[in-house]
């Protein structure tokens, strides 16, 4: 769908020099400001404890080149699919001009062109992870239980329904999640085993107590719009045309990298 056919490539390079294209106890900090994000005090930073080094998932936008401005200009869909710009970006199409009354239109193949997000919600406690336990009823004294991670966990989040190119729309996803929540986010994170925190949580004699660790989760919902898209030559005129647009509604479930929710809790029997 997305390669030119091999007799227009030869035909264009003769003619127009054309080159494809829940809260846990025992603290007094107070919720944190992330974005448009309040972040619980529960929520531990563990990139620097981590025993397994996750790869960061940065993805800054993609600057389209002074060609790709161009043409994004002239279409009338927003297009901000970062593979789709960065094929832009690597393809040079000459103004010759000689090629006064010189046409060609080249399929580019059809698109996810955008991404709009409708909704954005963090689900602090995703998925547990962990669970570091104390049975203090025969204890006289108060223990301190602090979080140990027992077994090197992974979490993958992901789109909530099939669609066509997924590869493209998370990315385009997961920008637009990431620019809301100023959190660090990514498809699969991992919590290796031995990652520990100092913060301590006392559990009363004659008590049993639970700490329960999760991994966050954002939840992304929006709308993402496919076309096909057509470079046109008129001349030394260059332009993209979109044809066949569509709309079609997508979920996302993208845990936060490095981010551990911790709830804890006491009972007079182990449960």
Known sequence: MRKVSALLVVFLFFTSSIVPISHAQGTNKKSTEVGTVRVPSSVLNISKENTYPNSSQDMPYLQPSDLA????GTSKVKIENP?????LNESAVSKNPLAIGFRATIYLGEWPLNYESMETNVNWEYKKV???FFDNRAGKLPYRVRYVQDAQKQVKGGLTARIPNSDDVQKMMILKAAEKTKLPLAF?????????KENGYNVPAKRVGYL???TPAVSERGKVTYGEVFLLLHGSKRTIAVKNVTSQGIGAWIPVQDHLSLSFSVHNQPR
């Open 69 to 72: 401005k161009e043409l994004l």
């Open 83 to 87: 593979n789709l710009i960065r094929m």
């Open 130 to 132: 962990n669970m570091n």
């Open 188 to 196: 699969s994170t991992i919590v290796g085993v031995g990652t520990k």
């Open 212 to 214: 329960n660790s999760y």
